[in-house]
Nanobody, 128 residues
């Protein structure tokens, strides 16, 4: 059974940084893509970043230059380093995963589509 567990959320001041983790278990290999989806109150989830099995990384324009996604296959963990945080970044952040043989999955299917597995989310609150 695939499980994704997010951690690292919390309260941070505007301009600060936070690193989120998505610990994956149950995938049969390292061939999976992970996306990060913040969901603000009253809004739909929207992907802001995706990392493919070949480590290609993609970002929504609103977070380019501020967020960095990376993976450590030895730890089965994907990270989202968030810098220069803004109050509008406040959201529950979910990670989502999809096993795939497509090496650059995010470029092929887009950063926000086709994920079968989801974590429970971690709250990030950015105060002004």
């Amino acid at each position: 059974e695939v499980q994704l567990v997010e951690s690292g959320g919390g309260l941070v001041q505007a301009g600060g940084s936070r690193r989120l983790s998505c610990a994956a278990s149950g995938f049969t290999s390292d061939d999976y893509a992970i996306g990060w989806f913040p969901q603000a109150p009253g809004k739909e989830r929207e992907a802001v970043s995706c990392i493919s099995p070949d480590d290609s990384a993609y970002y929504l324009d609103s977070v380019k230059g501020r967020f960095t996604i990376s993976r450590d296959n030895a730890k089965n963990t994907v990270y989202l380093q968030m810098n220069s945080l803004k109050p509008e970044d406040t959201a529950v952040y979910y990670c989502a995963g999809e096993p795939t043989i497509v090496t650059d999955y995010c470029a092929t299917y887009g950063i926000g589509t086709r994920y079968d597995y989801w974590g429970q989310g971690t709250q990030v609150t950015v105060s002004s």
